[in-house]
């Protein structure tokens, strides 16, 4: 294995989310019901100032079959979501 094989190896290993602080969330997502208050085509933009990065969110839900968040990265600007997040 190379050197740099190995330096994005690791990279890659500290980026693992803790799926234990996942379920969490996604446990809270799933009390919030947010789908009740959103429907599929009611975006909402989220701003983090500190970083100068925006993303789009879709609420997942309102039609009830499938409940969760895409979110898109505004940077990208493209069409597939960089998360989707069912609960």
Do not use: C, H
């Not at 693992?16 to 975006?43: I, M």
């Not at 895409?70 to 600007?77: A, C, G, H, R």
Request: hydrophobic share 45%; net charge negative.
């Amino acid at each position: 294995m190379l050197q740099e094989d190995e330096e994005v190896d690791s990279l890659l290993e500290s980026l693992k989310p803790d799926l234990l602080s996942l379920f969490e969330l996604t446990n809270d997502l799933k009390k919030l019901k947010p789908w009740q208050y959103l429907r599929d085509d009611e975006v909402v933009i989220i701003d983090f100032e500190d970083a100068d990065y925006k993303v789009l969110v879709s609420v997942m839900g309102a039609g009830g079959e499938e409940f969760g968040l895409m979110i898109f990265d505004m940077e990208l600007q493209t069409a597939p979501p960089i998360v989707r997040w069912y609960v």
